[in-house]
Every structure is written in C-alpha cells, then in structure tokens.
C-alpha cells in the first residue's frame, strides 16, 4: 500500500467548519476598507527574489532566514512572497498607477516563510493589508489607525488590543542614532545575546526589540532614538497623536517599536494582545517613503498594514468573539420519496434559493428510504425540513417540520417561503 502524503509542516488545510469563520473575517475587512475608498488590488506568489532583497532588506531575519526560495529552469531566482508591501509596490508601479498619483489599495492571500511552525505562525500563512500610496503626510497615517481601530470595534476586539506607536525619524536621523547605539553596545558586545550580536553589524535598530533580559537591561542605559529625531518627524508624529485623541483612540509610545522591515520610516505602529501568549502582534504597519525609490521606481510616499488571519481567528476564537452568523448552518433540508417527488424537490429548492437569498437550502441526494432522509435531516441540524412524497404532489403541497419543536404542517408549494419566514 503506497504511503499516504501529508501537508507539508507548518502549511494547513483550512477545512469547512473553518472556513465560514475565513469568509466572515473577510468579508468584515472588505466592507470595512472599501467604506474607506479601497479598492482590491491583486498580484503573484512568487516574485522576482530581488524584489524582496532590496524592498525587506538583505540583513533582515525575512531574507537571511526565511524566505523559500528557488531557480526556475530558466535559472531566475524566484522566491514565494513573504509579505505583501513589496509586491504591491511592484504591481502597482508597473501598471503606472503611482508616479504622481494617490491609490487606495488593500489584498489579501497567502505568504510564506520558512520558520518554526508553533501556534498563531505557519510556514504558509495569510494575511490582508492596506496600503496607500502618493500622500506624503500624517493624516493618512491617522487615517489608516482609525481604520483598523474600527475593524477591532465591528469584530468585538477593541478591548482585548493595545495600539502602540513610536517615530523612527527620517533615514539620516536613523542612520544617526545607529552610530550612537552601535558605539554604545560595542563595549557590551560579549554580554548581548546571539542575535543582537549578529545584528550589531547588520541591523542594530533590531536590538531594541530583543526579547533577551540581558540584552534588555543593557539597552537601559543606551541612547535613544527620540534624541535624534528631527523637527519634521516629531510634527507629524504629534499630529498622529493629537488626531487619534480627538477620536478617542488610546495609545501607548513604545520608543523601542522599529519594526523589521528595512523599509520603514517615521511613523511604526503595532496593535498587540495580551490573550495569545508569545504571538502578541495582531496588526502592524508604518509608513515607507523610500520603499519605491528602493525597487527601482520612481519616488512615492506610501503607508499601510496588514495583519494575520490565522492569528486574528485564534483570538477572536480563544475570547468566544465568533458570532452565530459567522458559523455555517443548514436552514433548510429537503427530503423527497419517489420520482416525481424528487423531481418536484429540485423545482421547490430553486424557489426558495430565489425568494429567499439569505437562507442555506439543502436538497438531499443519493435516494434512500424515507427513515434513512429523516436521520440525514437530522443530522443536517437544519432548521426546517420539507417532506416530498407522491401524495404531496398530487395536492401541490409539502410537509414542513420545524425541527426544534417537532411541529409539522402542511403548506402549499408556493406559500413555503412566507411560511418559513414567519
């Protein structure tokens, strides 16, 4: 017997008692972003490895770790991608809608990197983003943290999130403060742990946000960044405050929050909880001027997020925030007995689907006895069944069953989708 193939590790299946949760939370941020003059914008899995080299940056974990990547046959390095905010800036640039332009533009599906699957991360996970493009200033930033606080309102998680914000200043103010902090841990080289050793050449502004205590205690007495941030930085950032006040949002200033894209600059923002254990992060985001002059096109501002779909479900699974709704149900099974019964079930079942849009209609098939459909019918949990026998054809009427109560009546074709309604 040949072996059965599995998933591969830390890439799942999303099965059908999953799935309608997927398309609520979906279709929640849809009509969400869309209301903010979204539009969907779509692009590859699989990228240009380059892209990602010099969109993420060559030193961050993503690249140096994480990424899957191949050759083609015709030896192109192709890489599937690990996030979102580089491609959408490829896709968008190449089809002449940024240069001189704003866009509002949001996707979701699938990314992928190769690091060790536990719960709340995969190997293959998914996740929706928002990206703006063409206004350099801080109100689209607010906008986008309005955005999302509102998606935590309409999901029932606006409670259970913090929003942490910092400043990482302009590229020479960066640049800047990563001499003062090099020169500063160099002296603490021995002491820091593994990573932030490796770092401290590569990326030091991923220190701040080592999970280490050692290393964290060091960092104590290091400089800060807020000392080297300029006067352009520090106005906008006190706008993003003074707006998401005046709407009633609260915040905490994380000077340590940098993010670990390359591509980040001034505002950095992070909802995080406190209910997932180590997968605290829910949403992030910030903004990346430099982004599109880095992959090759020509300058754009731009500002975006995104945010985790397992994690997202893990959460609102773990605080019982799924509504009923959200959850597949069968409203209505149909069951028949003989042949112009089930050939008359067919005719009923496309009426309903048509007078009554909002319903889930369930028409058995495969034959059967009538005991043998009533166990199915049950089993269905659905709210109603319709009963199709010979003689209810003759009259032109079924039986319905109200299957919580036990309650059955006769009801002429026709009037089944009022009565079902009452």
């Not at 990563?178 to 932030?196: I, M």
């Not at 995104?306 to 925030?321: H, K, N, P």
């Not at 149900?329 to 009554?356: C, H, K, P, W, Y």
Request: proline content about 2%.
């Amino acid at each position: 017997m040949a072996r059965k193939i599995q998933a591969i590790r830390g890439m799942n299946d999303i099965l059908p008692d999953q799935s309608s949760v997927w398309l609520y939370l979906e279709k929640t941020v849809a009509d969400l972003v869309k209301s903010y003059g979204y539009q969907q914008i779509r692009f590859p899995i699989v990228e240009n490895t380059d892209l990602f080299k010099r969109g993420v940056g060559e030193t961050t974990d993503i690249v140096e770790k994480e990424m899957y990547t191949f050759e083609d046959r015709n030896g192109e390095s192709l890489t599937l991608r690990p996030e979102g905010t580089a491609s959408c800036v490829r896709a968008a640039d190449q089809a002449g809608l940024l240069y001189n332009q704003v866009q509002r533009l949001w996707y979701a599906g699938p990314m992928f990197r190769y690091e060790r699957p536990q719960k709340g991360r995969y190997r293959q996970f998914h996740q929706m983003g928002v990206e703006a493009f063409g206004i350099a200033t801080a109100d689209i930033d607010a906008e986008l943290i309005i955005l999302t606080a509102q998606l935590w309102k309409k999901l029932g998680l606006l409670e259970h999130v913090e929003l942490q914000l910092n400043t990482i200043g302009l590229a020479s103010e960066r640049e800047a403060y990563k001499a003062a902090l090099v020169d500063y841990l160099t002296e603490y080289k021995d002491k820091l742990d593994e990573d932030s050793q490796r770092r401290l050449t590569t990326n030091p502004l991923r220190i701040l946000d080592s999970k280490d205590e050692s290393t964290q205690e060091i960092l104590k007495a290091a400089p800060t960044l807020e000392d080297y941030i300029g006067e352009e930085s520090q106005a906008d950032f006190d706008f993003l405050q003074s707006v998401l006040t005046a709407n009633g949002i609260p915040y905490v200033i994380n000077r340590r929050l940098v993010r670990g894209l390359d591509y980040y600059g001034k505002t950095v923002f992070e909802w995080v909880t406190s209910h997932l254990g180590a997968q605290a992060t829910v949403c992030a985001g910030g903004r990346y001027d430099g982004l599109a002059e880095q992959l090759g096109c020509k300058g754009t501002p731009g500002v975006g997020f995104a945010m985790g779909v397992e994690r997202l479900i893990l959460l609102l699974e773990t605080l019982d925030l799924i509504p009923d709704s959200a959850k597949f149900s069968t409203d209505v099974f149909i069951m028949s007995v003989g042949n112009d019964a089930e050939v008359a079930s067919f005719v009923l079942a496309e009426q309903l689907r048509q007078e009554r849009k909002d319903i889930v209609v369930l028409r058995h098939c495969g034959g059967g006895s009538f005991k043998n459909q009533m166990k199915k019918a049950d089993r269905s949990q659905a709210r109603f069944t319709l009963i199709l026998g010979q003689d209810e054809v003759d009259q032109g009427i079924c039986q319905v069953k109200n299957m919580s109560t036990g309650k059955q009546q006769s009801c002429l074709l026709k009037d089944v989708a009022s009565l079902i309604s009452k």
